[in-house]
């Protein structure tokens, strides 16, 4: 079912969002808390240096092996800071019918973009509905779709949704872009006659701006041919949560974020908190999105409801 | 500390359903815990291992803000009790540090001596777990109202949400029963435990946007989310603040009717959804039982009131990081 993370803000040493915290990403592959289900089905990340050559450009890792064991990454991280940094964890139903490869590691970004994305959910019977969500997409982006993921699918509607996906959005235009992208699989699935519960956590970083969408179309409607076929998922909101202050590190005994609003310039957004003890995150409520930018070097984060 | 240790429960508002003799059964099992001026009883984040009824001195209680520094939650005195949702939830973390303004006495009660007595189904552990599900409830209420204070106060456009709509789903034709033991709150429950909680409700299938009450008005029946969802919220005209969403194992409209007050929020289908709907008088005989089927339905409550109360105290902590951000931005 995935965990993901969004950073932004001051620069990070990568090794301390994905190895170092008790309950980081990559420890969440094998070890969630908030989670019944492993996420051992690839790793990828995008990250945004403006120190680096081409600072606009992001840069990416991604392998569809278990990050725990990956020594290359490790050994990236612990000598990589970056200003933003979007990450995802794979987790898929335990079947030989899922298709583990690179193609399908999360974050989606396509060439020429200003914009990632991850998921963290899974649209029900997505399969069935691509034909009535290609109208939807634009045909520069439906020709880019290469791997088989409905999370993908979400990606290139995002792009379709955009003004112009090659420049930075402006904060009203990337949240209407994925309120939009909401309505129209909604639409889809009504007129599919999909009415199970199906999980739409959305992840989405620019390297200016982060956004993490908590949402569940049909929240809590299972199926009801048997209840040996209920999934955990269809019981719970899958959770979303973020911290912001300024700077995220090791302090007083334990990872989080110090310095308070007063003094924020990071923000940080996960499927769950990168340590056992939550007291410094929030929660995202459901149907719920928050998002962030440091523009103007003030903090500006925003919780909207999604309707 | 002045008087015995009984004396002291006895003037504790927790105990106060408690006859002499469940006082001293319950005292017996009590240990005696003095803290210097500034030690922690208990710290936020650390694991609940019981919950403490404060003999002498004052404790002050405060939350952790994200970013960094402390609220003050309460300031609490003799005869009351702190850190007392170790007694509700296994495996819970403290949600607040409390520590001694002063030299401080208090009874500790220690979670496992607690599950004991209730396994035991002794009267007065029994007695002491509605009264803390009554004392979540209040405690919930006066979160939301402090909630509610600050939005109306100053109320930002993200916070509100249209009314659901939209065409809703046939109602669904499945055999509700055969689903309650999947739901996060009976799966402690027996068979027949099940059978006979089903026995006192009816089944309703309310369409999304649909309204089962009204903020201020008496509930008519508790529910429990079978499928779908509900919405507890504050309507403000034509939109809602979402305070809570009640998803499949979830109770709504409980502690009103437990406390006999009003709704503190209207509750809205936000899904087509199905729930138990209970006769509240025999929902109401349930919870004052003294058998094993009370005692299920008890620690279901509560655990339900707990995670609401979570929820609240969430909500209220975003509501002012998110005005201290707003006022930065303005500046």
């Keep these: ?307 | 500390m002045k008087g015995s240790i009984a004396e002291v429960v006895a003037a504790a508002p927790l105990y106060r359903d408690l006859a002499a003799d469940e006082i001293a059964e319950l005292a017996a099992g009590l240990e005696l815990r003095r803290f210097a001026a500034g030690e922690a009883l208990m710290m936020q984040g650390a694991d609940s291992d019981g919950a403490y009824v404060i003999a002498s001195g004052v404790v002050d209680v405060a939350a952790r803000l994200p970013g960094g520094g402390e609220a003050a939650i309460a300031d609490l005195g003799p005869g009351d009790m702190v850190g007392e949702m170790a007694l509700l939830m296994r495996g819970g973390r403290r949600t607040a540090t409390a520590r001694a303004r002063g030299e401080v006495e208090a009874l500790f009660t220690d979670r496992r001596y607690f599950e004991a007595a209730l396994h035991l189904l002794r009267p007065a552990s029994l007695k002491v777990l509605r009264r803390l599900g009554l004392t979540i409830a209040e405690r919930l209420r006066a979160v939301r109202a402090r909630s509610r204070a600050l939005v109306n106060a100053a109320p930002d456009d993200g916070l509100f949400r249209p009314l659901p709509g939209g065409e809703a789903h046939p109602p669904a034709d499945f055999k509700v029963r055969a689903f309650l033991p999947i739901l996060p709150c009976l799966r402690d429950f027996s068979a027949a435990e099940i059978d006979a909680l089903a026995a006192a409700a009816r089944i309703e299938q309310p369409p999304r946007g649909v309204a089962l009450g009204e903020e201020g008005e008496a509930v008519d029946a508790p529910r429990l989310v079978v499928r779908g969802a509900l919405l507890l919220g504050q309507r403000h005209g034509e939109r809602l603040c979402q305070l809570d969403i009640l998803g499949p194992g979830r109770f709504a409209g409980v502690a009103p009717v437990l406390e006999g007050a009003p709704a503190g929020a209207a509750v809205i289908a936000v899904e087509d959804s199905t729930v138990l709907a209970f006769d509240a008088a025999r929902f109401t005989a349930l919870w004052n039982g003294t058998d094993r089927l009370s005692l299920r339905l008890l620690e279901a409550v509560n655990a339900d009131l707990v995670l609401s109360l979570n929820t609240a105290s969430n909500h209220l902590t975003r509501l002012n990081a998110q005005a201290r951000v707003r006022d930065l931005a303005r500046a």
């Design chain 1, 1 to 307: 079912m995935c965990r993901a993370m969004i950073y932004l803000g001051r620069p990070i040493l990568i090794d301390d969002l994905l190895f170092r915290p008790d309950s980081s990403l990559i420890n969440q592959a094998y070890m969630p808390r908030m989670l019944h289900m492993l996420n051992l089905a690839g790793f990828g990340m995008m990250a945004w240096d403006k120190a680096s050559h081409d600072p606009e450009a992001p840069y990416r890792y991604s392998s569809p092996t278990l990050p725990v064991f990956d020594r290359n990454l490790k050994s990236l991280a612990r000598k990589t800071q970056a200003d933003c940094v979007l990450a995802h964890v794979r987790g898929v139903a335990y079947s030989t019918t899922v298709n583990i490869s690179d193609q399908n590691c999360h974050p989606f970004h396509f060439p020429g973009t200003k914009v990632a994305l991850a998921h963290n959910g899974d649209i029900y019977r997505i399969g069935e509905m691509k034909g009535t969500l290609r109208a939807h997409l634009k045909d520069e982006y439906a020709r880019q779709i290469a791997g088989s993921t409905d999370s993908e699918w979400l990606y290139a509607l995002l792009l379709s949704r955009l003004p112009d996906p090659r420049r930075e959005p402006a904060r009203e235009e990337l949240i209407t872009a994925v309120e939009e992208v909401i309505d129209i699989v909604r639409r889809t699935r009504r007129h599919h006659g999909v009415d199970i519960s199906s999980s739409c956590n959305l992840f989405i970083a620019t390297g200016e701006q982060i956004l993490g969408l908590r949402y569940c179309f049909d929240f809590g409607r299972f199926r009801t041919e048997s209840p040996a076929q209920v999934h955990e998922a269809n019981l719970s909101y899958l959770s979303l949560w973020f911290t912001l202050g300024r700077e995220y590190g090791f302090h007083d005994g334990e990872w989080q974020m110090v310095g308070g609003e007063a003094e924020a310039t990071s923000a940080l957004i996960a499927s769950e908190p990168l340590s056992s003890n939550t007291a410094t995150w929030l929660q995202v409520p459901e149907y719920s999105l928050v998002h962030a930018e440091t523009r103007g070097g003030r903090p500006r984060v925003q919780v909207r409801a999604v309707g």
